[in-house]
């Protein structure tokens, strides 16, 4: 990447990044993806004690289809367990395609085994973390329901390895910065500021190729 680019990039990158807090919780709530790393967050979170529970979502995506011999929920579970978490600790929603299945088919989930979490560890991509927020706001059926959000703890500098490279990443964060400004629009999520910087980072980066995964 040329200079201009990377400093728009990284911008976006840590844009998408909310920085809540984390407290204990009821539940830790993993998103699955192609980024594995997110199923050692949640798993670490639950081991350092933050949660009784660990719940994994997600079937395959655009990203994914091909990549494991199983729902993305069952290979982030086998991860966890790999770490330590016991089974009967773990629950799976193998379906969901989106984030806002991701949400949907777990609150069903939960309810059909007699859970009301009242609060929630939602674990994600870094660059994810705003628009799971936004959609949880908006989709979970609960209101009352405290929830926070974390992910990997990488900089745009480390984060991208031989599954997540610069480019995809790039693109992709691209992607989400435009669902972020459309989709509460369409119901999907809560509006969420933009800064006139990072959209106009955003705009460069589309004109400079990375429109990949637009909506």
């Given at each position: 990447?040329?200079?201009?680019?990377?400093?728009?990039?990284?911008?976006?990158?840590?844009?998408?990044?909310?920085?809540?807090?984390?407290?204990?919780?009821?539940?830790?709530?993993?998103?699955?993806?192609?980024?594995?790393?997110?199923?050692?967050?949640?798993?670490?979170?639950?081991?350092?004690?933050?949660?009784?529970?660990?719940?994994?979502?997600?079937?395959?995506g655009k990203l994914t289809e091909g990549l494991f011999d199983k729902p993305e929920a069952e290979h982030f579970a086998e991860i966890a367990q790999g770490m330590g978490v016991p089974a009967d600790r773990i629950l799976v929603e193998p379906r969901a395609t989106n984030t806002g299945e991701n949400v949907r088919f777990t609150?069903?989930?939960?309810?059909?085994?007699?859970?009301?979490?009242?609060?929630?560890?939602?674990?994600?991509?870094?660059?994810?973390?705003?628009?799971?927020?936004?959609?949880?706001?908006?989709?979970?059926?609960?209101?009352?329901?405290?929830?926070?959000?974390?992910?990997?703890?990488?900089?745009?500098?480390?984060?991208?390895?031989?599954?997540?490279?610069?480019?995809?990443?790039?693109?992709?964060?691209?992607?989400?910065?435009?669902?972020?400004?459309?989709?509460?629009?369409?119901?999907?999520?809560?509006?969420?500021?933009?800064?006139?910087?990072?959209?106009?980072?955003?705009?460069?980066?589309?004109?400079?190729?990375?429109?990949?995964?637009?909506?």
């Open positions: 990447m040329d200079a201009q680019v990377y400093r728009d990039a990284e911008l976006i990158y840590n844009y998408h990044q909310v920085g809540l807090p984390l407290a204990p919780a009821d539940a830790i709530f993993c998103l699955c993806s192609l980024d594995t790393r997110v199923a050692r967050r949640a798993a670490q979170l639950w081991l350092d004690g933050l949660a009784p529970h660990l719940i994994f979502s997600g079937d395959s609150y069903a989930l939960l309810g059909e085994r007699g859970m009301a979490p009242q609060s929630l560890i939602l674990v994600q991509k870094p660059y994810m973390e705003r628009r799971t927020y936004a959609t949880f706001k908006k989709q979970w059926p609960d209101a009352a329901t405290r929830f926070t959000v974390t992910s990997p703890r990488y900089g745009f500098a480390e984060y991208p390895d031989a599954d997540n490279p610069r480019e995809l990443v790039t693109s992709i964060m691209v992607g989400d910065l435009v669902r972020i400004r459309e989709y509460p629009a369409r119901g999907f999520q809560i509006e969420q500021d933009i800064p006139d910087s990072v959209w106009e980072a955003g705009q460069r980066l589309i004109a400079a190729g990375f429109d990949k995964h637009l909506p």
